[in-house]
């Protein structure tokens, strides 16, 4: 494949060496680059093992970097023209990421094989030598005894299952044991319902529905068709090496404290629930709980998360849009132009991008594979700096049938086409590819039209926490746009907006001002006010389900101007001032609606009692005037004796009125 040398010290601002048979013939070359222990990275990701040994062989401590530029370049009809694009893939290899961290899972080999017939046996038989095996047969289970009991058979339905590899609970109906003495077929005992079990490995080849919700996604439970043997097959196989210590990624990071789900027993935010396809997530009083050991990494819960009380650790945000903004700055200042970013999974999209290389065209110069652990993990915040930095168009490549539900991604699309629209993007920016074909994945990319990219490209670099992040890439992209705009009217569930109250049914009781969790709601402590900063509102609708007068409504938008706007007022009252020191304590309408309606109404307050004066006054006041004038203001007055004569006067009044209104 041709190599364009000064394309790619133009994007990498240093001297690359180049080389026609790095991995054979010419790796003393490499050996002597490698002894330098300064930054290396190596365009080659195939004999990745082998440079990595000869570094090791001459005491390289610094670790190196491996980027793809043959598949994803150097291998197309358009070879001549990628010396741009290997830069950018040069220059995002380069980038650090930090280091993930792990959750451990521990399997002792207990197995529980679920089916309808002997089939589930015949997986016993062939697990049975290395697995503790035991086999549960759903009803009416006429099975052949077995000639010698190597493992249980029983009798039983799931009725549900919950956990993970090493730690699986079931529980199970109509669970019968099959008698000693049984002849032609198993003969069981006595049934009983809401039997639990509990095993390392679930094996489901009941072919009925799975016990989990995105059953490919939990660890230690596989499925088969029982009718189909060869997938039978490559189940136990997959199931028999299920034994030991295992480690798994910690994709997401949790921040209980910044959680918006719910308040004092009201819900606000559900979006993570509604998302997780793998069920590893659950309500926990104030704020959710997500299990790391249930977890299958999708990513959905981060991309979606308002506040950043979720944020994906496989990279960071800020970390992916570091390796973004090294790509299409290299690729930019290499001579690229009218940069495609296609997002790809490595379990899916790169084997075929490898294929379409081999097989076909290869990707056009312009398309920049982006090589990321889920594709629905991408936010908002890695599409809007993308474009910020001058990408023309954004492409997510998906399996034909995904994996999981990817309800979240469609959601992050939704929300980025109307912000592109809106600042003069034009529609059409961003979208998906659903294909395991090469050539339609090819004939998708020639199919973009021409677009130009944004005027005024950005090159900040990320760095902090996801909310901070993605308002950041906003206002830079905000600042890139070809007509940008103030407001842009957003979907609902959109983590941006405003909130609007009817100020006639408001009381200022600031409810709403206690619910809120990122204080976009504030109270003044000098008179009665409801103050409202949109910057800091993520639309989470705990003010709206609070609201105990029920008069607060969302408007998803975003304001690029609301991060310098001042807070602005949504409603203010006269404050109502005690009678006897005159300080202002409460809402002046509010008090005066009280009195009126306890005056002369209610018998508590009849004739010559004090206690209006009481409710007029400061909660200093009351403790003062209790004390001073000796009664409990809250004690039981008698009520008094309702005569005959009152009971008429009552009923002549009522008549009164009825002839009044007549």
Not at 108 to 121: E, K, P, T, Y
Request: overall charge neutral; some cysteine; hydrophobic content about 40%.
């Amino acid at each position: 494949m041709p190599v364009d040398a000064d394309a790619i010290r133009r994007g990498c601002r240093g001297e690359p060496v180049t080389a026609t048979q790095l991995c054979r013939a010419e790796l003393d070359r490499f050996r002597a680059v490698a002894a330098k222990d300064t930054p290396l990275t190596v365009g080659c990701t195939q004999e990745a093992a082998l440079f990595r040994e000869a570094a090791a062989e001459i005491g390289r401590a610094s670790p190196i970097q491996f980027a793809n530029i043959r598949e994803s370049a150097g291998w197309s009809s358009e070879a001549a023209q990628t010396g741009p694009k290997m830069a950018a893939l040069l220059a995002a290899a380069a980038e650090p990421a930090p280091s993930a961290s792990f959750v451990e899972l521990a399997s002792s080999g207990v197995i529980l094989i679920c089916g309808r017939n002997d089939a589930a046996v015949e997986a016993g038989n062939l697990l049975k030598d290395h697995l503790d095996v035991t086999v549960l047969i759903e009803p009416p289970a006429a099975l052949v005894p077995p000639r010698i009991n190597d493992f249980p058979v029983a009798k039983g339905k799931v009725r549900n299952a919950r956990g993970h590899l090493g730690a699986f609970e079931v529980t199970v109906d109509d669970f019968a044991q099959p008698a000693p003495s049984s002849r032609g077929t198993l003969v069981f005992g006595p049934s009983r319902n809401d039997a639990r079990s509990s095993c390392d490995i679930i094996l489901d080849l009941t072919g009925g529905p799975a016990f989990f919700p995105g059953s490919d996604l939990r660890d230690g439970y596989l499925r088969a068709d029982p009718g189909n043997p060869a997938a039978m097959l490559r189940a136990v196989f997959k199931v028999r090496d299920l034994v030991g210590r295992f480690e798994k990624p910690r994709y997401v990071a949790f921040d209980a404290k910044r959680c918006a789900h719910s308040r004092s027993q009201v819900t606000g935010c559900t979006r993570c629930l509604d998302l997780c396809p793998a069920g590893a997530i659950t309500p926990a009083g104030d704020h959710v709980a997500i299990d790391a050991q249930i977890c299958a990494g999708c990513g959905q819960c981060a991309a979606a998360c308002p506040t950043g009380a979720v944020s994906y650790a496989l990279p960071p945000e800020d970390a992916l849009m570091r390796k973004l903004r090294a790509m299409l700055i290299a690729y930019r200042e290499a001579g690229g132009e009218r940069a495609i970013v296609l997002l790809h999974d490595d379990s899916h999209g790169a084997p075929l991008i490898d294929a379409l290389a081999r097989f076909g065209d290869g990707l056009p110069a312009h398309v920049l594979p982006f090589a990321v652990n889920e594709t629905t993990q991408v936010g908002l915040e890695a599409v809007a700096a993308a474009f910020a930095y001058g990408a023309v168009a954004m492409r997510f490549l998906l399996r034909a049938r995904p994996r999981h539900d990817i309800t979240g991604l469609i959601r992050t699309i939704a929300l980025a086409d109307p912000i592109l629209t809106g600042l003069g993007f034009g529609a059409g920016r961003i979208a998906t590819i659903e294909t395991d074909d090469p050539e339609t994945l090819a004939a998708a990319l020639r199919a973009i039209p021409f677009m130009l990219p944004a005027p005024r490209p950005a090159s900040f670099r990320p760095t902090g926490r996801k909310r901070d992040v993605l308002r950041f890439a906003l206002t830079e992209l905000h600042r890139a746009a070809p007509t940008p705009v103030d407001v842009i009217a957003l979907p609902q569930g959109a983590p941006f907006g405003a909130v609007e109250i009817d100020v006639g049914g408001c009381t200022l009781c600031l409810s709403c001002v206690s619910a809120c969790p990122t204080g976009a709601l504030r109270d003044d402590p000098e008179r009665p006010m409801l103050r409202f900063v949109e910057d800091a509102c993520v639309q989470c609708g705990l003010c709206q389900a609070t609201c105990p007068e029920h008069v607060m409504t969302l408007k998803p938008r975003i304001d690029f101007g609301a991060a310098r706007a001042a807070a602005r007022v949504l409603k203010e009252e006269e404050p109502f001032c005690c009678i006897r020191c005159g300080k202002p304590f409460g809402v002046k309408s509010t008090i005066e609606r009280v009195l009126a309606q306890l005056e002369g109404k209610h018998w508590m307050y009849a004739g010559p009692s004090r206690r209006l004066d009481v409710i007029k006054m400061c909660d200093d006041c009351r403790v003062a005037a209790a004390t001073e004038q000796g009664f409990d203001p809250y004690a039981v007055q008698r009520q008094p004796a309702r005569t005959t004569d009152d009971y008429l006067r009552e009923r002549e009044a009522q008549k009164q009125g009825g002839r009044d209104k007549s």
